[in-house]
Each structure stands twice: as structure tokens, then as C-alpha cells.
């Protein structure tokens, strides 16, 4: 019996029927995923936000599957072809390629020379030779010779019957189907380098002579070499066998062929057509089915590498959205420049700008002293707490300038943190940072950015396509469609679980909450600004085309510091309120001394409150929600240090132990900024003394890290680091042949420089932005090379 979509989508979950089709309806009649998994567990049955997405997105497929069955069974039956064997096949498809194989015989086509040679009348030729081989091929032939049908002659005939029989071998599903998974599990992918392309071609010289299987190609390697074919560096082929040594190269036809045979009863026992039949099943291979799977595994190829590149992506720009913040303190923003200046933004606790400069620190200028004062003046004005410097070009050198401001005024008690300016200029130059920032100049909208996404990386990054914020690898090679879905997806967890303040919020960050529109995000800061603030949450029925289905989707999501009702300012959602006036009953506390009561919260017993409409999951989040309302799921703020007097590759020497900011995360490993301009990458294989199977699982952007250099190649700009610090130290000084003993011995580096490891600034955590994506050049010294690692960037 064909499973059903929602009995395929739950067994596939490993969950009940009742619950995919609860979680189908609530999505057909306008649930936003963060809504059900927050606040229709008792529907779904408890149905995370990772299941509900996974359900999601195959609800999407196999709807998309169930339309295209249904124009294939159309299409077959307009032809007067469709019988209920055929039917019973295409219903029982349960995938895509599966229903096209079907579909492939039936499908209109140009004319072939297989229909040419059928309406010449010489598929009784060919069904004859085929069922019976002790048929002599040209005494055969001589007989459909017929001028008239453009069958000059007994080859003509031949060929013909071949072209018929080619294509009926290559249009049979269940032979197409098994020979695609044999060439999947034993094919694999080669590349060369093009005559006269390896110098330009550089970047993809891991790629010149490489050949792996498919099923251990990574979604880097995968998209490097169709980068680089792309690119028209390299030749790239998918080889249907394993490699195999010279001497063990077997004559004969392949395994491929002997399996096309069996399949139509080709078998060469010396009668007179066996040896035609034989060269008819070669040709078949090789001039049609091969190149047939060829461009479907070259497909399937590009997806397995795109759906891990998207995974990736995502995973990393949830971690660069929910990094800590650095929370309502006044922040001087600086985007650093040589010739044009540095840009100067200050904006307040709330994010508003209350001043702007801008300053020629540098060279050619020169005006440093100049340049201090003004920074000095207007901290000292503005109680500026926080400089954020953007990681672009001369930041280094404005962070020298920064580190002597505060080192000159101790007293202004100023910390500067290296901020991320991946996306800010796509940001300045938006329709939105116009209209947000119409007095500004696009330069200086920049430094505005760079501050506020320090406050709050959250609400600053939501103004920006997340594919421009870098954070991926090979974006540029992805699907378009694919990317965005998943990316905004991500965008709407993110901030639908960390909540709104409704009352600050912009009109880019409330599109991303569950439920509201851009057209009611507008409609809600329009109301704010000439209503004034937010009392409560039931004030927001009173918005402009705010209904009730809006406001059941939203409600629970915005949050109202210092409203009417102390619940506005938690995740409770209004629904709930009852719930909660049974257990202030209960205790008989006011609603002001029960929030944040852990000792009388945890004496609740969840099963006495819950109802029909409110279940004991619901009940169970409200009393947490109680003990800490309103709490942010983000990391606490933290900030890396770079070493001092190290601003360049060439400033780096093997062995030195840098602090620095995970800036991206990889399926080989961690991009990390150590503050040379240049990311510095930790191969997978240099993160850990045990095997690592997700960088992920020990790296996320934003994590602040102590990693010590291998190597340094200034020419290709690439910096291999290691996360295993005193195994690394270890190694090296045996090759060197010192002295000395175990792991916590302290080396030399090769600078003669005293390399202890010792730092002042915090270890850990995550920083409130992550440095430059290591999208450009990323790094790998030969050790990694002979590790396995190949990016082909």
C-alpha cells in the first residue's frame, strides 16, 4: 500500500501520523513554525522547531513530487499509453528521479533517430534479433532494405535497429535506477588541469591531478572543482569504476554492461547476433546511459554539496545572530579608512545617533593627535562605554588608535572590540538605511552599523540579506532559491526566539517576527511613532490591519518592558494569561512578587493548572518562563584581544600563540581572525586530539580562541593555525631535536620570542561580533595538504 505524505513525513520523524497532520494543518492555515513549536505543543505533540522544519521542507518536496505525478500520469494517459500496471508504477514512485525514470519513454521528445528508424518499419528487426540471437543480422536486414523509407540498405537497416534498441535500454527505470546507485556507490569524480591553465589557475592547483569517490567528497571539494570547471581551469569527468592500479586493468566489457545484458538476455554463446547484441549493449553504455547518469549524478553531486553548504551557512549565521550582545551602553562606531578617513559614529544606549566625524588618523593625512582628540571629546560628551572598530582595511592601524585613546584616558573607562563589517556597505547603500538614516552619508551609515551591531548583533543584522553577511563557503554557487529559504528560516528562529521589544524594534526586525508582514511591521512603527510607545500587547489590535490571526501569531513573541501588565514583558502568551491568574490564586502572591520567586515557582506542580486547552507541556514553560521572564538565550559579552605589534602576515612567526575570533566555520575546519587582515585557518584535523566530525562541535562563529601558528604562506596569503597547543608544541620541538619534556613545556618560537601562552584578556565565550569571512583566501600550510585538505579557493 503507498504510504500517505503525512504517514511517509512521520515515519521518516519517527513520530505519529496525528501529529505530522496536526502540524500540516496549523502550517496550511498560516502557523509560522517558531509559533508552533512555542505555543502548540499540545497540538503537534510536542514537535520541536528542528522537527517542524525538517516536516517543512518535506511537506514542500513531496507535495512538489504528488503535482508533478500527477502531470506525468496526464501526460502518459493523453497518449492513449496508460494501463494499470503503468499506473501502479508511477504511483509508487517515491521520489523525483524514480518517477522521471518512469516517465522518460512516454515523454515528448524531438524526433530521435530510434522514431525515425520505428517509422521506417524496422522495430520488427529489432525485437527479432533481440528474442531470437540464431537470427543471422544481415540476411535479417536484407529484408527490410527499403529505398522508398530511407533504408538504403542492410547497414542502414542495422543501424536502425540498433538506434531502437539503444533507446529502449536506456528508458528502462529499473535498469536506469540500479545502474545509477552502482555508478553513485563505486563512481568517481577526477579533475585535470586544463592545457596552459596552471598559472593562472593557481587557486585550484589541489585540483590538477585529483580523483576521489563520490560518496567521501566533501560539499567543498565538490563545489571547488565545479568552480574551477566553471572557470575553465579544470576538466572535470565522473569515471564510473574505482581507480584501479595499471595491472589490474581487466579486459572485457564492464560490469555496467554485463548488468545491461542480463538484463535483456544478451549473452554472447556464438550465435549469429550474439556478437550485434554485444555491440549494441556497449554502444547503449557508452554513448547514451553513461552520459545520461553522468549529467544526473553530476546533479546529485551538486545537491549532496549545496545541501551541506547551506547547512553550513546557516548553522554559522544562527551563531553570528544569536552572538552575545553587548547589551544598551553607548557605542562609538569606526569605520576605518586611509585616504577617505575614518568614519565616526556615535549612537546612544538606545542605538540612536547623537554625533558624527570624520578623522585622517592616518597615512597620507597623518593628523593622529588630531584624531585623538576628537575620539576623546566625543566619548567624554556622549559617556561612550563600547568602540567597535570595523575589520576592514587600515583597522589595525585605527586600532592602535583606539588602544592609545584609551591608554591617554584612563578615566573614560573605554573597552574596544574588532567588529565584523560583513554586510555594512550593502547595508548603507540599502532603500532602508535611507530612509532609517536619510541625513546621513552613506559612509558614515556605515559606522552607525558597525556600532549598533555590536549592542545588539541580533537587530542590526536583520537589515541585511543574510547572503551578505559571509558567513558561507562557495555561496556564490548555490542555489538562489534554496539558499534564501533556508537562510530566512534561520533569520526567523533567531529572533523570534530570543523576542522583541516592540517599542525599539526597527521595521526590518519586526518582518522577522511570527505573523507580521512588512506592510504591518510599517504599520506598527507608524502607530508607535505617533501614539507613542506600547502600554500593552492588546494595544497592538488597535494597528492598522492587525487582526486576530496576526496577533495570535506575534503576540507572545513581542515584548513590552515596563508596560501595564508585567506578563507583556515575557514569552506568556496572551492566550495563557488564565493559566497564570490560576496559579496567582493559588499562591495567593501578586502577579509583581511571584515573577522571579524560584522558591515558591518550584513548589508548583505543573498537572494542577493544566486544562483541556492548556496541557502540561504549555503549563510547564509558563512556570519557567515566571522564574526568569523574559530571558535572553544569548551568550554573555566577551571580547578577544590581539597580540600587540602583530598587524601583518609577515608579523607572524611558526609557533606563536595568538588570541582570536572564530570568524566562520567550515566542513574542514574554523576560519579565525587573529588580526592581520587575513584570516587563518584550523584544519578539522588540528582542532582536537580526538577525531572531530563537525568543526562545529567544537567552534562556532564568535567564539573567542587561543591558537598557536604552523605555518605561514605570504605568497598564496594563507596561515595554517592549530587549536591543540601543547600537542603541537610537543611535535615541533622533536623535529627540532630541543630538550625539554612534556606538553606544558614552554618553547621559543622561531623569533626567538618568549611564547608562554600567558594573556590578561578573557578566554572563551563568544565576542559580540565575529571578524571577516575567510570567503577570500581562507589558509592551509602543506601539513594540511598532506592531511587530505583541499579547499580550491
Same mark, same amino acid.
Given at each position: 500500500?503507498?504510504?500517505?505524505? @503525512?504517514?511517509?513525513?512521520?515515519?521518516?520523524?519517527?513520530?505519529?501520523?496525528?501529529?505530522?497532520?496536526?502540524?500540516?494543518?496549523?502550517?496550511?492555515?498560516?502557523?509560522?513554525?517558531?509559533?508552533?513549536?512555542?505555543?502548540?505543543?499540545?497540538?503537534?505533540?510536542?514537535?520541536?522547531?528542528?522537527?517542524?522544519?525538517?516536516?517543512?521542507?518535506? +511537506?514542500?518536496?513531496?507535495?512538489?513530487?504528488?503535482?508533478?505525478?500527477? &502531470?506525468?500520469?496526464?501526460?502518459?494517459?493523453?497518449?492513449?499509453?496508460?494501463?494499470?500496471?503503468?499506473?501502479?508504477?508511477?504511483?509508487?514512485?517515491?521520489?523525483?528521479?524514480?518517477?522521471?525514470?518512469?516517465?522518460?519513454?512516454?515523454?515528448? /521528445?524531438?524526433?530521435?533517430?530510434?522514431?525515425?528508424?520505428?517509422?521506417?518499419?524496422?522495430?520488427?528487426?529489432?525485437?527479432?534479433?533481440?528474442?531470437?540471437?540464431?537470427?543471422?543480422?544481415?540476411?535479417?536486414?536484407?529484408?527490410?532494405?527499403? &529505398?522508398?523509407?530511407?533504408? &538504403?540498405?542492410?547497414?542502414?537497416? +542495422?543501424?536502425?535497429? =540498433?538506434?531502437?534498441?539503444?533507446?529502449?535500454? $536506456?528508458?528502462?527505470?529499473?535498469?536506469?535506477?540500479?545502474?545509477?546507485?552502482?555508478?553513485?556507490?563505486?563512481?568517481?569524480?577526477?579533475?585535470?588541469?586544463?592545457?596552459?591553465?596552471?598559472?593562472?589557475?593557481?587557486?585550484?592547483?589541489?585540483?590538477?591531478?585529483?580523483?576521489?569517490?563520490?560518496?567521501?567528497?566533501?560539499?567543498?571539494?565538490?563545489?571547488?572543482?565545479?568552480?574551477?570547471?566553471?572557470?575553465?581551469?579544470?576538466?572535470?569527468?565522473?569515471?564510473?569504476?574505482?581507480?584501479?592500479?595499471?595491472?589490474?586493468?581487466?579486459?572485457?566489457?564492464?560490469?555496467?554492461?554485463?548488468?545491461?545484458?542480463?538484463?535483456?538476455?544478451?549473452?554472447?554463446?556464438?550465435?549469429?547476433?550474439?556478437?550485434?547484441?554485444?555491440?549494441?549493449?556497449?554502444?547503449?553504455?557508452?554513448?547514451?546511459?553513461?552520459?545520461?547518469?553522468?549529467?544526473?549524478?553530476?546533479?546529485? #553531486?551538486?545537491?549532496?554539496?549545496?545541501?551541506?553548504?547551506?547547512?553550513?551557512? &546557516?548553522?554559522?549565521? =544562527?551563531?553570528?545572530?544569536?552572538?552575545?550582545?553587548?547589551?544598551?551602553?553607548?557605542?562609538? $562606531?569606526?569605520?576605518?579608512?586611509?585616504?577617505?578617513?575614518?568614519?565616526?559614529?556615535?549612537?546612544?544606549?538606545?542605538?540612536?545617533?547623537?554625533?558624527?566625524?570624520?578623522?585622517?588618523? @592616518?597615512?597620507?593625512?597623518?593628523?593622529?593627535?588630531?584624531?585623538?582628540?576628537?575620539?576623546? =571629546?566625543?566619548?567624554?560628551? @556622549?559617556?561612550?562605554?563600547?568602540?567597535?572598530?570595523?575589520?576592514?582595511?587600515?583597522?589595525?592601524?585605527?586600532?592602535?588608535?583606539?588602544?592609545?585613546?584609551?591608554?591617554?584616558?584612563?578615566?573614560?573607562?573605554?573597552?574596544?572590540?574588532?567588529?565584523?563589517?560583513?554586510?555594512?556597505?550593502?547595508?548603507?547603500?540599502?532603500?532602508?538605511?535611507?530612509?532609517?538614516?536619510?541625513?546621513?552619508?552613506?559612509?558614515?551609515? $556605515?559606522?552607525?552599523?558597525?556600532?549598533?551591531?555590536?549592542?545588539?548583533?541580533?537587530?542590526?543584522?536583520?537589515?541585511?540579506?543574510?547572503?551578505?553577511?559571509?558567513?558561507?563557503?562557495?555561496?556564490?554557487?548555490?542555489?538562489?532559491?534554496?539558499?534564501?529559504?533556508?537562510?530566512?528560516?534561520?533569520?526567523?528562529?533567531?529572533?523570534?526566539?530570543?523576542?522583541?521589544?516592540?517599542?525599539?524594534?526597527?521595521?526590518?526586525?519586526?518582518?522577522?517576527?511570527?505573523?507580521?508582514?512588512?506592510? +504591518?511591521?510599517?504599520?506598527?512603527?507608524?502607530?508607535?511613532?505617533?501614539?507613542?510607545?506600547?502600554?500593552?500587547?492588546?494595544?497592538?489590535?488597535?494597528?492598522?490591519?492587525?487582526?486576530? /490571526?496576526?496577533?495570535?501569531?506575534?503576540? $507572545?513573541? #513581542?515584548?513590552?518592558?515596563?508596560?501595564?501588565?508585567?506578563?507583556?514583558?515575557?514569552?506568556?502568551?496572551?492566550?495563557?494569561?488564565?493559566?497564570?491568574?490560576?496559579?496567582? *490564586?493559588?499562591?495567593?502572591?501578586?502577579?509583581?512578587?511571584?515573577?522571579?520567586?524560584?522558591?515558591?515557582?518550584?513548589?508548583?506542580?505543573?498537572?494542577?493548572?493544566?486544562?483541556?486547552?492548556?496541557?502540561?507541556?504549555?503549563?510547564?514553560?509558563?512556570?519557567?518562563?515566571?522564574?526568569?521572564?523574559?530571558?535572553?538565550?544569548?551568550?554573555?559579552?566577551?571580547?578577544?584581544?590581539?597580540?600587540?605589534?602583530?598587524?601583518?602576515?609577515?608579523?607572524?612567526?611558526?609557533?606563536?600563540?595568538?588570541?582570536?575570533?572564530?570568524?566562520?566555520?567550515?566542513?574542514?575546519?574554523?576560519?579565525?581572525?587573529?588580526?592581520?587582515?587575513?584570516?587563518?585557518?584550523?584544519?578539522?584535523?588540528?582542532?582536537?586530539?580526538?577525531?572531530?566530525?563537525?568543526?562545529?562541535?567544537?567552534?562556532?562563529?564568535?567564539?573567542?580562541?587561543?591558537?598557536?601558528?604552523?605555518?605561514?604562506?605570504?605568497?598564496?596569503?594563507?596561515?595554517?593555525?592549530?587549536?591543540?597547543?601543547?600537542? *603541537?608544541?610537543?611535535?615541533?620541538?622533536?623535529?627540532?631535536?630541543?630538550?625539554?619534556?612534556?606538553?606544558?613545556?614552554?618553547?621559543?618560537?622561531?623569533?626567538?620570542?618568549?611564547?608562554?601562552?600567558?594573556?590578561?584578556?578573557?578566554?572563551?565565550?563568544?565576542?559580540?561580533?565575529?571578524?571577516?569571512?575567510?570567503?577570500?583566501?581562507?589558509?592551509?600550510?602543506?601539513?594540511?595538504?598532506?592531511?587530505?585538505?583541499?579547499?580550491?579557493?
Amino acid at each position: 500500500m503507498t504510504l500517505s505524505i @503525512h504517514q511517509r513525513i512521520a515515519e521518516e520523524l519517527g513520530v505519529r501520523d496525528g501529529q505530522v497532520q496536526a502540524a500540516v494543518d496549523l502550517l496550511d492555515g498560516g502557523a509560522t513554525v517558531p509559533f508552533i513549536a512555542r505555543y502548540r505543543k499540545e497540538v503537534t505533540g510536542t514537535l520541536d522547531d528542528t522537527q517542524l522544519r525538517t516536516l517543512e521542507e518535506r +511537506l514542500r518536496y513531496l507535495r512538489e513530487l504528488e503535482e508533478r505525478r500527477a &502531470a506525468v500520469l496526464e501526460s502518459i494517459e493523453s497518449q492513449g499509453k496508460l494501463d494499470d500496471a503503468l499506473r501502479a508504477q508511477v504511483l509508487a514512485a517515491d521520489t523525483k528521479a524514480r518517477l522521471e525514470d518512469i516517465y522518460l519513454p512516454y515523454k515528448p /521528445k524531438r524526433r530521435t533517430k530510434a522514431q525515425i528508424a520505428r517509422e521506417a518499419g524496422l522495430q520488427p528487426l529489432a525485437d527479432t534479433l533481440l528474442a531470437d540471437p540464431t537470427q543471422d543480422p544481415q540476411a535479417l536486414a536484407a529484408t527490410f532494405v527499403d &529505398a522508398d523509407k530511407g533504408v &538504403a540498405d542492410q547497414a542502414a537497416a +542495422l543501424d536502425g535497429a =540498433r538506434s531502437i534498441l539503444v533507446e529502449q535500454f $536506456g528508458e528502462d527505470a529499473d535498469l536506469i535506477g540500479g545502474l545509477r546507485e552502482q555508478m553513485w556507490s563505486r563512481g568517481r569524480l577526477v579533475a585535470k588541469v586544463r592545457d596552459g591553465k596552471q598559472e593562472d589557475g593557481a587557486k585550484f592547483a589541489d585540483y590538477f591531478d585529483f580523483s576521489e569517490p563520490f560518496t567521501k567528497l566533501p560539499s567543498h571539494r565538490i563545489l571547488a572543482m565545479f568552480r574551477g570547471e566553471k572557470e575553465d581551469f579544470l576538466e572535470v569527468t565522473l569515471e564510473p569504476e574505482e581507480e584501479r592500479p595499471e595491472e589490474d586493468v581487466r579486459p572485457g566489457p564492464s560490469d555496467y554492461e554485463v548488468r545491461i545484458a542480463s538484463r535483456f538476455g544478451v549473452d554472447d554463446r556464438g550465435r549469429p547476433a550474439d556478437k550485434w547484441l554485444t555491440d549494441t549493449v556497449r554502444w547503449a553504455w557508452r554513448t547514451r546511459i553513461l552520459v545520461h547518469l553522468g549529467i544526473d549524478l553530476r546533479g546529485r #553531486l551538486r545537491q549532496v554539496a549545496e545541501d551541506e553548504a547551506v547547512r553550513v551557512f &546557516a548553522s554559522n549565521l =544562527r551563531d553570528l545572530l544569536l552572538a552575545a550582545p553587548a547589551g544598551s551602553r553607548a557605542t562609538m $562606531g569606526l569605520d576605518p579608512g586611509f585616504r577617505t578617513g575614518v568614519k565616526v559614529a556615535v549612537v546612544d544606549a538606545t542605538g540612536k545617533v547623537v554625533d558624527k566625524d570624520t578623522i585622517y588618523p @592616518h597615512v597620507p593625512a597623518q593628523r593622529w593627535t588630531e584624531a585623538l582628540a576628537s575620539l576623546a =571629546r566625543l566619548a567624554k560628551q @556622549h559617556s561612550v562605554e563600547l568602540i567597535a572598530i570595523g575589520n576592514g582595511t587600515a583597522s589595525r592601524e585605527t586600532d592602535k588608535l583606539a588602544e592609545e585613546l584609551i591608554k591617554l584616558h584612563p578615566e573614560l573607562k573605554l573597552t574596544k572590540v574588532m567588529v565584523s563589517e560583513a554586510g555594512a556597505s550593502v547595508y548603507s547603500a540599502s532603500a532602508y538605511a535611507s530612509q532609517e538614516l536619510p541625513s546621513l552619508d552613506v559612509s558614515i551609515r $556605515g559606522a552607525v552599523s558597525i556600532a549598533r551591531r555590536l549592542q545588539d548583533p541580533l537587530a542590526e543584522l536583520v537589515k541585511i540579506d543574510p547572503k551578505s553577511i559571509g558567513v558561507g563557503q562557495y555561496q556564490h554557487d548555490l542555489s538562489e532559491l534554496k539558499l534564501s529559504r533556508s537562510l530566512d528560516a534561520v533569520v526567523e528562529d533567531c529572533v523570534n526566539g530570543v523576542g522583541v521589544d516592540v517599542n525599539t524594534a526597527s521595521a526590518p526586525l519586526l518582518t522577522r517576527v511570527s505573523g507580521i508582514s512588512e506592510t +504591518l511591521a510599517e504599520n506598527i512603527v507608524l502607530h508607535r511613532d505617533g501614539n507613542g510607545p506600547f502600554r500593552s500587547r492588546k494595544a497592538l489590535k488597535d494597528v492598522a490591519r492587525l487582526g486576530p /490571526k496576526a496577533f495570535e501569531q506575534c503576540a $507572545g513573541f #513581542l515584548r513590552i518592558p515596563d508596560g501595564d501588565d508585567p506578563l507583556d514583558s515575557s514569552s506568556v502568551h496572551p492566550e495563557a494569561y488564565p493559566v497564570v491568574r490560576r496559579i496567582l *490564586e493559588s499562591t495567593g502572591a501578586e502577579i509583581t512578587k511571584l515573577i522571579g520567586d524560584s522558591a515558591t515557582l518550584r513548589t508548583l506542580r505543573p498537572q494542577t493548572f493544566a486544562d483541556d486547552t492548556f496541557g502540561l507541556p504549555t503549563v510547564t514553560d509558563i512556570i519557567k518562563e515566571l522564574e526568569k521572564p523574559g530571558r535572553d538565550p544569548r551568550p554573555a559579552f566577551k571580547t578577544a584581544t590581539f597580540k600587540e605589534g602583530v598587524d601583518k602576515i609577515a608579523d607572524l612567526v611558526q609557533g606563536m600563540v595568538l588570541e582570536g575570533v572564530v570568524t566562520n566555520v567550515a566542513a574542514f575546519g574554523a576560519f579565525v581572525d587573529v588580526g592581520v587582515h587575513q584570516d587563518g585557518l584550523v584544519h578539522v584535523s588540528a582542532m582536537s586530539r580526538t577525531f572531530v566530525k563537525d568543526p562545529r562541535d567544537v567552534v562556532k562563529p564568535g567564539d573567542v580562541v587561543r591558537v598557536k601558528v604552523l605555518d605561514i604562506d605570504i605568497p598564496r596569503k594563507r596561515i595554517s593555525l592549530t587549536l591543540r597547543l601543547e600537542d *603541537e608544541a610537543e611535535t615541533r620541538q622533536e623535529q627540532r631535536g630541543q630538550s625539554g619534556g612534556g606538553g606544558g613545556n614552554r618553547q621559543r618560537n622561531d623569533g626567538g620570542q618568549r611564547n608562554d601562552g600567558r594573556r590578561n584578556a578573557p578566554r572563551g565565550g563568544k565576542s559580540g561580533q565575529s571578524g571577516q569571512s575567510g570567503q577570500s583566501g581562507g589558509a592551509m600550510a602543506e601539513a594540511l595538504r598532506r592531511a587530505g585538505f583541499n579547499n580550491g579557493h
